[in-house]
T-cell receptor, first 113, second 115 residues
Framework: QQQVKQSPQSLIVQKGGISIINCAYE??????FPWYQQFPGKGPALLIAIRPDVSEKKEGRFTISFNKSAKQFSLHIMDSQPGDSATYFC????????????FGQGTELSVKP | GAGVSQSPSNKVTEKGKDVELRCDPI?????LYWYRQSLGQGLEFLIYFQGNSAPDKSGLPSDRFSAERTGGSVSTLTIQRTQQEDSAVYLC?????????????FGPGTRLTVT
């Protein structure tokens, strides 16, 4: 019940294309869903996060879509750029229980020029 | 300002030896977390410290793993009698917490190799 399942494991997109990464969770108590971006040799960094009171959140080229009934959420990267090439992790947590996060397995994104 | 720092950046140890990994959180951050990242895997939660509260140790994989946080700042993760399956990158993160979840800022990690 604590798992967060992420797909695909790897993704290759042409420059200017849309990258889509999906995550699914089981624990209905989760109410905080962040996405982290990790470059090689670095720690993950928060990209964007959403809570279930909204179905979509957009920040620049990055959008989270959230489907509460399906217990799924996804990250869309519009106009993907080679600099977006990194590993992306979705995560889930319980907002009023502090910061413990359960992470997905990660998606390695490669954007080809 | 300075981010989360971890030391050493790399550690190679022999099976059966004890290791200590250090984390210096961002000044003023009251919450500190340890995660483990195995090759090609996601981040596995290990332990969480929040202020003076008892830590959440629910993610520690065995009693060979322990962590402490001194003076509400620096934290040390200790692995006793290391095994080859302990080889991974150990990540530390810190965050402000005043109710609710706040952004976790990660350090660069310590890559542990057990031979």
């Amino acid at each position: 019940q604590q798992q967060v399942k992420q797909s695909p494991q790897s993704l290759i997109v042409q420059k200017g294309g849309i990258s889509i990464i999906n995550c699914a969770y089981e624990n209905t108590a989760f109410d905080y869903f962040p996405w982290y971006q990790q470059f090689p040799g670095k720690g993950p960094a928060l990209l964007i996060a959403i809570r279930p009171d909204v179905s979509e959140k957009k920040e620049g080229r990055f959008t989270i879509s959230f489907n509460k009934s399906a217990k799924q959420f996804s990250l869309h990267i519009m106009d993907s750029q080679p600099g977006d090439s990194a590993t992306y992790f979705c995560a889930a947590g319980i907002y009023n229980q502090g910061g413990k996060l359960i992470f997905g397995q990660g998606t390695e994104l490669s954007v080809k020029p | 300002g300075a981010g989360v720092s971890q030391s050493p950046s790399n550690k190679v140890t022999e099976k059966g030896k004890d290791v200590e990994l250090r984390c210096d959180p961002i000044s003023g951050h009251t919450a500190l977390y340890w995660y483990r990242q195995s090759l090609g895997q996601g981040l596995e939660f290990l332990i969480y410290f929040q202020g003076n509260s008892a830590p959440d140790k629910s993610g520690l994989p065995s009693d060979r793993f322990s962590a402490e946080r001194t003076g509400g700042s620096v934290s040390t993760l200790t692995i006793q009698r290391t095994q080859q399956e302990d080889s991974a990158v150990y990540l530390c993160a810190s965050s402000l917490t005043s109710g609710g979840v706040h952004e976790q800022y990660f350090g660069p990690g310590t890559r542990l190799t057990v031979t």
